[in-house]
């Protein structure tokens, strides 16, 4: 019902600039019951991080920013929400217009430059909402004119840790001046350590919400291999691989391929499955991997598996195939299980990770 609806009302919705689009397609989530999702396959249940997922697709931040839909995502059938990037200080981010669909190349590159309501209104809903339950993550950013962005990783996990499942130090965002820095060895084994000891902090002697690390595409191997390093060696519970590239594809044909910003969508899929074929390689199993970038299919989602990843998540499609995509790529992935004659789907997990690596098995 939710996919026939989208379909009619694409054309209306894709005459509409971008930022608006999207802005009523949450404020409608937002308004709307949430529904009752249908019980996924068992097949599909996956562990990581110490949590219990009924399917490993997600909803990837960017969408919910503010943390206004998470109960009308959680319905669309999707295994967990992220929400954000939320910052300390609420801030506007860049000057509109910043988002633009590239219809030709199913793509949409984006500018936003981290608008958020701040660290204390997404606090108050997701407090106002957690015993309704769901798995929900909360993705943090540094503002864009703080002198100590290593401590705005450190506040917003202090107070957002307690009230969410997972927390994500997101230092990929290619729209905020210097935030890449951060993806430096020193520079992130102190951003690190900082979260973790104020994740801990917020624990009380409880169990610590689980800290993940979101990274770009556009990494060389050598800085792959100092990110994973800190990584492994800080304890991290696990790696989101990726976030938008600064890269722009010869083979893009729409219009608006030369805005400024981070591409997502279609033409990311490659290059972001191959690092995340290089990441599982490096990690050794030590955490879980989370695959992003240009899913829009069963045959995609179930790519990024075989490259490593535990759990998979996607925003861009959504805007080319409407909410009905959970449904399709779930029955997708159970079938390829199925097919397989496991079990369980994450008996999968980096089968083909080495090929993928090495340019093949895409």
Not at 56 to 65: I, M, Q, T
Not at 94 to 119: Q, T, W
Request: aromatic share 4%; proline share 7%; net charge positive.
């Amino acid at each position: 019902m939710i996919g026939s609806l989208f379909h009619l009302a694409r054309p209306l919705i894709h005459k509409m600039d971008a930022e608006t689009a999207h802005r009523l397609t949450v404020a409608a989530l937002a308004a709307a019951p949430a529904l009752r999702p249908a019980p996924d396959d068992p097949v599909l249940a996956t562990e990581a991080f110490g949590l219990s997922f009924s399917n490993p697709v997600g909803l990837a931040a960017g969408f919910d920013k503010h943390a206004e839909a998470v109960d009308g995502a959680l319905g669309l059938g999707f295994g967990f929400v992220e929400v954000g990037g939320v910052t300390p200080l609420p801030q506007p981010g860049n000057p509109k217009p910043r988002v633009f669909r590239l219809v030709e190349d199913a793509a949409v590159i984006n500018r936003y430059g981290l608008n958020s309501d701040g660290m204390e209104a997404v606090a108050q809903r997701l407090a106002a909402r957690r015993a309704r339950g769901g798995i929900v993550g909360v993705n943090l950013g540094a503002n864009k004119e703080s002198a100590d962005r290593a401590a705005d990783y450190a506040v917003l996990t202090r107070r957002l840790a307690p009230l969410t499942d997972f927390v994500t130090v997101n230092v990929s965002s290619p729209n905020t001046p210097g935030l890449r820095d951060l993806q430096a060895e020193a520079a992130l084994d102190d951003l690190i350590a900082r979260a973790l000891d104020a994740r801990d902090e917020a624990a009380a002697g409880g169990r610590p919400t689980p800290l993940l690390l979101k990274i770009a595409p556009d990494l060389t191997l050598p800085e792959l291999d100092g990110m994973i390093a800190v990584a492994r060696k800080r304890q991290i519970d696990g790696l989101i691989v990726s976030n938008t590239t600064i890269a722009r594809p010869e083979s893009l044909r729409s219009p608006s391929r030369g805005e400024a910003g981070g591409l997502s969508g279609k033409p990311l899929f490659t290059g972001s499955t191959r690092l995340l074929a290089e990441a599982f390689l490096r990690v050794e199993r030590q955490f879980p991997l989370i695959g992003v970038g240009g899913i829009d299919s069963a045959e995609t989602a179930f790519a990024k598996i075989r490259a490593g990843a535990d759990l998979v998540q996607f925003y861009s499609a959504m805007v080319f195939h409407g909410p009905g995509l959970v449904r399709t790529i779930k029955a997708g992935l159970a079938a390829e299980a199925r097919r397989a004659g496991l079990p369980k789907l994450a008996a999968l997990v980096g089968r083909d990770a080495a090929a993928i690596a090495a340019g093949k098995g895409l």
